[in-house]
């Protein structure tokens, strides 16, 4: 499995949030996450991405959120990605943080309202990486096989 872990040397209290490395909480939210919860993703996550686009698109470096939350969903839905429930748990996590409307900063603050969210997002996308270009790679493998060669 895909180890990650912030580790904060003594005198690097930046990445301490209570007294613990800033991801034990991401790590603790991934725990809490159950089968239930996968659905109720799916279920809001197009409206929230149509909601949230406009405010997104004017900001050139959100686009990486985007793509990032557009991938995880697409990787969370598809039927034909077998992937471990702590890594499906880690994306509904991220995705779960991106849509709800009770985040750290709240989302309507403009330019601002989706660093948190872009965070979290972030550090699944580190925490998972391998099964994540484990994915993408079936992926492209599935769509060059789906275009046909010229004779």
């Not at 209570?18 to 809490?32: E, K």
């Not at 089968?35 to 686009?53: C, I, M, N, Q, T």
């Not at 990032?68 to 077998?82: G, H, I, R, T, W």
Request: proline share 5%.
């Amino acid at each position: 499995m895909y180890a990650y872990a912030w580790t904060a040397e003594s005198d690097d209290e930046d990445l301490l949030v209570d007294g613990s490395p800033a991801n034990d909480n991401i790590a603790v939210g991934i725990d809490s996450v159950l089968p239930a919860d996968v659905d109720a993703v799916k279920a809001g996550f197009w409206a929230k991405l149509a909601e949230s686009r406009p405010r997104l698109g004017r900001l050139g470096r959100m686009r990486d959120l985007l793509k990032n939350v557009v991938l995880l969903f697409e990787m969370l839905v598809d039927p034909s990605c077998a992937i471990p429930w702590r890594t499906t748990a880690g994306i509904v996590f991220a995705l779960a943080y991106f849509i709800s409307s009770f985040d750290v900063i709240p989302d309507a603050i403009p330019v601002i309202g989706f660093f948190d969210d872009a965070f979290v997002v972030a550090e699944v996308v580190y925490m998972f990486s391998a099964d994540i270009q484990r994915y993408e790679r079936t992926r492209r493998k599935r769509r060059t096989r789906q275009v046909p060669q010229a004779a």
